[in-house]
């Protein structure tokens, strides 16, 4: 089970907003559940049992809540990210006797089905539950699924319908890369397709179900959720949604703002769907919040790291992050008549630097507006388009540097010998200009200058190097595979 997911939590809050956040966190099964109010929520275990440093428990238990009001009752599903700490205590974890699992990137994930219920026994007349799938892997949109399936059922009958999931995931296959595959789970069968690795985008147009792609039947399991479609949370930045792919690009960081976790999430795995196949080079949370523990190292009076995308919902950190250059709130378009009161900025792109290089698609644009006003089942469409459109334009971004790098590769002379060269040639900068300068770009820049100043600043990109690197890497094994074939 654990190399799909590592463990379930239950949290569980009586309280009602606006007053302080008080959760507490108890695990399955037969756990003390404490709350110390002067310390915080407390975790004494996790289902099925996996060590958790308490900077982790602590970062779970505050990230499975909303840290704003959603509703008076019902439920919501977001997710996050937050700092893996088990190497740096796997002295620890050998002594529980648990084999807790190498982290991929570093990082641990969480999906959280989040509930709230009037409950007349509790002082602040309300009961907030949230369960929590961990798990090593960037598979939001099948991970969102499953707790989306299993959190209402938990809520009704406990303890055995999260063993009887813990049962269901166990049973699964092996997640090998590029699998696609049946997984049964709480009496559905779940159709999925693994991406080969996590810097490469799955498409609907190349997804290998042997039927045409139904969001309703199947599953890209590391795209962004489609519920509710993402037009909807972007309708207030449409127009501007190529300058934002621009951002991304460049590695500019973005804080993105939104009424919910719910919506923040969804909004930044999309953003971050839109990298590929661009080696991931800066850090991103689906929801972060105050109480964090890298909150003082990622928001503080400093410049924002480059390229951190942070989805967030309390309004603290629309002052604690005046000085970013960029701010994306997302949600609908106001209508009059229609007002809705959000605390933090109104929905919408705010940018103080950027000046767009690229001419967006004007035709696709209205068309997306268009379908903002349509059913679901069109909006899900409208919002796969948008999403094939701008990732078209990622992998066209690199067409002029992979045309380059092609004349860099040795001929067969320079490595017929033991001591030839089987590795790319140094990357010239002036040579990569004068070539593309000689052959242009597919992109529909607005002229020549904006192609050039683009393509410099994103030779400056950790997101240049990094793919580079991954470049060489590719051309040293490829040639080192034919000289000893």
Request: aromatic share 6%; hydrophobic share 30%; charged share 20%.
């Given at each position: 089970m654990s190399q799909w997911v590592l463990a379930f939590a239950i949290g569980q809050c009586h309280a009602i907003y606006p007053n302080y956040l008080s959760i507490i966190l108890h695990v399955i099964p037969c756990t003390t559940v404490n709350f110390d109010l002067d310390v915080g929520p407390i975790v004494c275990g996790v289902h099925p049992p996996l060590y958790l440093a308490p900077a982790e428990k602590e970062n779970i238990a505050f990230s499975s809540f909303p840290d704003s009001l959603?509703?008076?009752?019902?439920?919501?599903?977001?997710?996050?990210?937050?700092?893996?700490?088990?190497?740096?205590?796997?002295?620890?974890?050998?002594?529980?006797?648990?084999?807790?699992?190498?982290?991929?990137?570093?990082?641990?994930?969480?999906?959280?089905?989040?509930?709230?219920?009037?409950?007349?026994?509790?002082?602040?007349?309300y009961q907030q539950t949230s369960l929590v799938l961990l798990s090593h892997l960037q598979y939001p949109a099948l991970f969102t699924?499953?707790?989306?399936?299993l959190g209402p059922l938990f809520l009704i009958h406990g303890v055995p319908m999260l063993e009887t999931a813990c049962h269901n995931i166990a049973n699964w296959c092996s997640p090998s890369p590029g699998l696609t595959t049946e997984l049964g789970f709480l009496g559905s069968v779940l159709h999925v397709e693994l991406p080969i690795n996590a810097d490469i985008q799955q498409l609907t147009e190349t997804a290998s179900f042997h039927e045409k792609f139904d969001p309703a039947l199947h599953l890209l399991s590391s795209i962004a959720p489609l519920d509710p479609p993402p037009i909807s949370i972007f309708e207030a930045s449409l127009s501007h949604l190529w300058s934002i792919w621009e951002c991304l690009m460049l590695c500019e960081p973005i804080l993105v703002f939104g009424s919910s976790p719910a919506v923040t999430s969804q909004a930044v795995w999309w953003l971050r769907d839109l990298l590929r196949p661009i080696p991931l080079a800066n850090d991103f949370r689906p929801y972060f919040t105050i109480h964090d523990k890298d909150h003082t190292l990622l928001v503080n009076k400093l410049p924002p790291r480059s390229g951190l995308i942070?989805?967030?919902?309390?309004?603290?950190?629309?002052?604690?992050?005046?000085?970013?250059?960029?701010?994306?709130?997302?949600?609908?378009?106001?209508?009059?008549?229609?007002?809705?009161?959000?605390?933090?900025?109104?929905?919408?792109?705010?940018?103080?630097?950027?000046?767009?290089?690229?001419?967006?698609?004007?035709?696709?644009?209205?068309?997306?507006?268009?379908?903002?006003?349509?059913?679901?089942?069109?909006?899900?469409?409208?919002?796969?388009?948008?999403?094939?459109?701008?990732?078209?334009?990622?992998?066209?971004?690199?067409?002029?540097l992979n045309r380059y790098l092609n004349t860099l590769?040795?001929?067969?002379?320079?490595?017929?010998?033991?001591?030839?060269?089987?590795?790319?040639?140094?990357f010239s900068t002036v040579d990569f200009f004068s070539s593309l300068k000689a052959n242009g770009s597919p992109l529909p820049f607005k002229s020549a200058t904006k192609r050039r100043e683009f393509y410099e600043r994103w030779l400056k990109t950790p997101a240049f190097g990094l793919w580079l690197t991954q470049q060489e890497e590719v051309v040293h094994r490829t040639l080192q595979d034919k000289w000893a074939g």
């Open positions: 959603q509703f008076e009752q019902g439920s919501e599903v977001h997710s996050f990210r937050i700092q893996d700490l088990g190497a740096s205590h796997k002295h620890i974890v050998l002594d529980h006797g648990n084999n807790r699992p190498d982290s991929i990137d570093g990082y641990l994930y969480g999906y959280s089905h989040f509930s709230q219920r009037r409950d007349n026994t509790s002082k602040r007349g699924t499953l707790v989306m399936k942070l989805g967030v919902t309390n309004p603290f950190f629309q002052k604690s992050c005046a000085h970013w250059p960029h701010v994306l709130s997302v949600g609908l378009k106001t209508r009059c008549g229609n007002v809705t009161i959000m605390a933090g900025p109104p929905p919408g792109w705010c940018t103080r630097t950027h000046r767009r290089y690229i001419s967006k698609d004007r035709q696709l644009l209205t068309a997306i507006e268009k379908a903002c006003h349509a059913s679901v089942q069109h909006r899900i469409q409208a919002s796969l388009d948008l999403r094939r459109h701008l990732s078209s334009r990622t992998n066209t971004l690199l067409v002029p590769i040795p001929s067969p002379a320079e490595r017929t010998t033991v001591s030839g060269c089987r590795r790319l040639k140094p």
